[in-house]
């Protein structure tokens, strides 16, 4: 937006005492006010003095085009009000920058300012410039703290009050509750710690009075364990346990104690020590299954190297390619954590197996990549590569016959709750008697059952230019 000197000028004239050389000043200062906008990705505003010392006036602003700005209209011509703007007028009088001062802006959004002054030759503050950025949202969670603060304050002395008036407090909570008066011991118990601490050593032994860092040396329990809030965790006769401590004030804030809460997270380790143990064991397994499949496609190429039956040699190789595809997603699932592929990763290594293997160097054929990044199931990913790998090897056999050069692109992307995959060449396209349903070739069979069984998707074909062939099945 740009910056209207002769709107800046009538308004330091209708409000301000500012002289010629002052309002000059004010016009070139304003002049870089969009890139300062656009650099702090803030509302940037600038203020000029008026004969009031309780308001100053808007001369200019720029809103910034990198972010939102927290203006719907131009405040430009309106009054900064010292009750609302506090640290335009505090900077105007002091000539001293503010630095996030809060305030209302003039559409009754919270902000936080930071003003600094603009000093004329004669060193009295011309106006300020201001940088404005919301604090809605901070505001918003500082409230939402303070309740809490308040809450849990009222909740302490409640359950402080409960514990000693009427000696229990409810014995159905899963975790170990102790209440420790401000000299740190153990004014209750209920009957899960009393569970805990005897499976960790304190059987019959009466915890009243106790001092919990006596009993508990373990823990090396600081000093300050009534001031602040604190959790620990530590592994005692073979129990993994968390301790939780949170002081209990007065109204008056004065320390009477604290709450402890100690839970029992044995299992929960245990499975955790489990669930990796077995995601170790079937990456493992991945990793076999990948090796086996490679070790079988060695064995097929050593086969098609003692034939001479062209045809022979034709239908193991495909046997072999597609092989290294089903390999290719175990070998990715071998380095994954959970049992999902990101279909690119396949695909890359899908396109350089067939770039070693399958391309005519006779003939320039570029195979291009747009994937987006789709995470399959292992399932889903391996009927995808072994899709693409026969749609490759179809347009690399028929496409360019009689041509010395060639693409074929492939796309993949998630459209809502489905996945495109589309194949793509720039060949001699399909003869016009070809029909996908009626034709006895092997690999389209293959196909045909993959999308329709395995992925229960559909699939359409194209000659434009070509073929193009589109795959769309749905995303679970």
Same mark, same amino acid.
């Given at each position: ?9 009538? !308004?330091? /004239? ?22 300062? &906008? ?20 808007? @001369?200019?602003? &720029? ?16 009054? &900064? *009000? ?5 640290? @335009? !007028? ?5 000539? *001293? ?9 003039? $559409? ?12 004329? /030759? ?6 300020? !410039? ?19 603060? $308040? +809450? +849990?304050?009222?909740?302490?002395? +409640? ?12 014995? #159905? ?19 899960? &710690? ?11 032994? $009466?915890?009243?009075? %106790? ?13 300050? #364990? ?29 320390? +009477? ?28 397994? =991945? =990793? ?34 597609? #092989? ?5 997603? =175990? ?18 290594? #899908? ?38 790998? %026969? ?20 796309? @993949? ?56 062939? %589109? ?6």
């Amino acid at each position: 937006m740009g910056i209207n000197e002769k709107k800046i000028s009538d !308004l330091c /004239k209708q409000y301000s005492d500012l002289t010629y050389e002052e309002i000059k000043a004010a016009q070139r200062i304003s002049g870089s006010l969009q890139i300062i &906008a656009d650099l702090t990705q803030a509302d940037i505003f600038f203020d000029c003095v008026t004969k009031d010392p309780n308001a100053a006036i808007v @001369v200019a602003e &720029a809103k910034p085009r990198t972010a939102k700005s927290l203006y719907r209209f131009s405040v430009v011509g309106q009054l &900064a *009000l010292r009750k609302n703007e506090p640290a @335009v !007028l505090r900077t105007m009088q002091t000539g *001293l920058p503010t630095i996030g001062m809060r305030g209302i802006s003039q $559409e009754g959004v919270p902000i936080k300012q930071s003003v600094v002054p603009l000093p004329s /030759k004669h060193r009295r503050a011309i106006g300020t !410039l201001i940088m404005e950025q919301d604090i809605t949202e901070q505001i918003s969670q500082e409230k939402k703290v303070k309740d809490l603060i $308040e +809450t +849990t304050e009222h909740l302490s002395e +409640t359950l402080y009050k409960v514990a000693f008036t009427e000696g229990r407090v409810s014995d #159905i909570l899963p975790d170990g509750l102790l209440i420790i008066n401000k000299d740190g011991a153990i004014e209750f118990y209920n009957t899960s &710690a009393r569970d805990i601490f005897n499976r960790i050593g304190f059987r019959g032994k $009466e915890l009243k009075g %106790e001092r919990v860092v006596d009993i508990l040396p373990e823990l090396d329990f600081r000093n300050d #364990i009534l001031a602040e809030q604190m959790y620990l965790e530590s592994q005692l006769n073979d129990l993994n346990l968390t301790f939780t401590s949170v002081p209990l004030k007065s109204v008056d804030e004065v320390a +009477t104690g604290a709450l402890m809460l100690i839970r029992d997270i044995t299992e929960i380790r245990v499975k955790e020590k489990e669930l990796m143990l077995q995601s170790v064991v079937i990456k493992e397994i =991945h =990793h076999r299954i990948k090796n086996n499949l490679q070790t079988v496609a060695s064995l097929l190429r050593l086969q098609a190297r003692r034939v001479d039956s062209r045809q022979t040699k034709k239908v193991l190789s495909d046997s072999i390619n597609r #092989i290294l595809s089903i390999a290719v997603v =175990h070998e990715v699932l071998s380095k994954e954590v959970i049992e999902l592929v990101d279909v690119k990763n396949v695909l890359k290594q #899908i396109v350089n197996i067939i770039n070693q293997n399958l391309l005519d160097n006779t003939k320039k054929i570029n195979i291009k990549i747009d994937c987006e990044s789709v995470m399959l199931y292992s399932k889903q990913a391996t009927s995808l590569a072994l899709i693409v790998n %026969e749609l490759i090897h179809n347009s690399l056999e028929h496409a360019f016959v009689e041509m010395s050069s060639g693409t074929v692109s492939i796309i @993949v992307k998630k459209l809502h709750n489905e996945v495109l995959l589309i194949v793509v060449d720039n060949g001699r396209g399909f003869e016009k008697d070809f029909s996908f349903q009626e034709s006895s070739r092997l690999g389209l069979k293959i196909i045909k059952t993959l999308v329709e069984e395995d992925l229960k998707g559909m699939m359409n074909i194209f000659d434009d230019s070509g073929t193009r062939v %589109e795959v769309r099945f749905p995303y679970v």
